[in-house]
């Protein structure tokens, strides 16, 4: 079955420390994965997205890695900052094109 | 801003009624998803438009219908509305298939089922 999986559920760190989030998936044959930010009420905002051949790409303070063999995404955050406070949600395509949404991971920043 | 609009922002409907959702792509963009997030839970694919033709759908049953116009602006429609429909509504455009190209997404519809 094809499923991606995100954890932490939730997360809580002061500002300025940094943070990774993890995403793993069982989507196959894989196209892409990305990453999305979502703040409360709002739509998501596409962070990075990641095909096969790439195992590293930034955006800014964020940088996605992907593992294609162990089919394992991260998310890392450098210097948070209270606007970081969101959901990130992880995001799979399959080749035939169904896209799979993790449930997110909560991050809250605390001054 | 991303360019995806959608209408109304909130929406209190009660059971048993229909309700239409809008959405307008972003400029150039002829492929129009729609999603149902429900309160602490990841959006879930509803059906996708590409091209005015509906292209793909989830696992939603078929009171859950759309259209696209040959503008490529969207609309849901929900009949019967059930308690359970209650979520954030969100329509993504992108320019091709979802699956393998960046999607935009709106603000979301607020729907309330009481």
């Known amino acids: 079955k094809n499923q991606v999986e995100q954890s932490p559920q939730s997360l809580i760190i002061l500002e300025g420390k940094n943070c990774t989030l993890q995403c793993n998936y069982t989507v196959s044959p894989f196209s892409n994965l990305r990453w999305y930010k979502q703040d409360t009420g709002r739509g998501p905002v596409s962070l990075t997205i ?16 992907l593992d294609a063999d162990t089919k394992q995404s991260s998310l890392h955050i450098t210097a948070s900052q209270l606007s970081d406070s969101a959901s990130y949600i992880c995001v799979v395509s399959h080749r035939d094109d169904k896209i799979i949404f993790g449930k997110g991971t909560r991050l809250h920043i605390l001054p | 801003e991303t360019g995806v609009t959608q209408s109304p922002t909130h929406l ?14 972003q400029s ?5 998803s729609w999603y149902q997030q429900a309160l602490g839970q990841g959006p879930q694919f509803i059906f996708q438009y590409y091209r005015e033709e509906e ?14 116009f040959p503008n490529y602006s969207s609309e849901l429609n929900v009949n019967a509305l059930e308690l359970d429909d209650s979520a954030l509504y969100l329509c993504a455009s992108s320019d091709g298939l979802a699956g393998v190209n960046e999607q935009f997404f709106g603000p979301g519809t607020r729907l309330t089922v009481l």
């Open chain 2, 12 to 25: 209190i409907k009660t059971r048993g009624q229909q309700v239409t959702l809008r959405c307008s792509s």
């Open chain 1, 50 to 65: 990641m095909t096969f051949s790439e195992n590293t790409k930034s955006n800014g303070r964020y940088t996605a890695t």
């Open chain 2, 55 to 68: 292209n793909g759908r989830g696992n939603f049953p078929p009171r859950f219908s759309g259209l696209q």
């Open chain 2, 28 to 32: 150039g963009h002829n492929t129009v």
